[in-house]
T-cell receptor, first 117, second 117 residues
Framework: AQTVTQSQPEMSVQEAETVTLSCTYDTSENNYYLFWYKQPPSRQMILVIRQEAYKQQNATENRFSVNFQKAAKSFSLKISDSQLGDTAMYFCAFLMNYGGSQGNLIFGKGTKLSVKP | NAGVMQNPRHLVRRRGQEARLRCSPMKGHSHVYWYRQLPEEGLKFMVYLQKENIIDESGMPKERFSAEFPKEGPSILRIQQVVRGDSAAYFC???????????????FGAGSRLTVL
């Protein structure tokens, strides 16, 4: 069974600084997707970034980027120029790709990020 | 383009009552997923449905919980004879049909918070 581990329950960063959130996962499969979701106090789940396992290039979305190390099964999220609005729970998630059929997302327990002014 | 709509946002039930949570997927999405989030935890998969079909219910408790996605109308998650341990946030997500680009990206609703007294 696949598992997702986020080893940092809480982190804080000063506004405008850079922070990296860690995520490791365990799978014997080769074809899958990885995601970071953000959950602000409103509790809405918002997709931050996604990575296809077959792509070697790390995904980027504006201030958000990932460091995907497939052999190490590591998928960290880097937030540059942190803003107060980045304060939220961040969840790493894993999705199997069954050759076009849909699997289901497996989430880590989350990292609570606080951006301080 | 309305997102995933869930209602009610908040539901209070006494032990032994029934809870019904509704989810309307995004326009053009034919896959619906239900997840449960306990306090201080990540989301846990419950069930995956397409119109009139349950595709994967491996995350559903064996008793008291059921889900449907009829041909017409929203998807319903039904919890019979609720107990205090059912208190949680229940999230619905939807995605396009398999094979579409972006089929692996789930769009989440804002969640329904169930409180059992």
């Amino acid at each position: 069974a696949q598992t997702v581990t986020q080893s940092q329950p809480e982190m804080s960063v000063q506004e405008a600084e850079t922070v990296t959130l860690s995520c490791t996962y365990d799978t014997s499969e080769n074809n899958y997707y990885l995601f970071w979701y953000k959950q602000p106090p409103s509790r809405q789940m918002i997709l931050v970034i996604r990575q296809e396992a077959y792509k070697q290039q790390n995904a980027t979305e504006n201030r958000f980027s990932v460091n995907f190390q497939k052999a190490a099964k590591s998928f960290s999220l880097k937030i540059s120029d942190s803003q107060l609005g980045d304060t939220a729970m961040y969840f790493c998630a894993f999705l199997m790709n069954y050759g076009g059929s849909q699997g289901n997302l497996i989430f880590g327990k989350g990292t609570k990020l606080s951006v301080k002014p | 383009n309305a997102g995933v709509m869930q209602n009610p946002r908040h539901l209070v039930r006494r032990r032994g009552q029934e809870a019904r949570l509704r989810c309307s997927p995004m326009k053009g999405h034919s896959h619906v997923y239900w997840y449960r989030q306990l306090p201080e935890e990540g989301l846990k998969f419950m069930v995956y449905l397409q119109k009139e079909n349950i595709i994967d219910e491996s995350g559903m408790p064996k008793e008291r919980f059921s889900a449907e996605f009829p041909k017409e109308g929203p998807s319903i998650l039904r919890i019979q004879q609720v107990v205090r341990g059912d208190s949680a946030a229940y999230f619905c997500a939807s995605s396009p049909r398999s094979g579409n680009s972006g089929a692996n990206v789930l769009t989440f609703g804002a969640g329904s918070r169930l409180t059992v007294l």
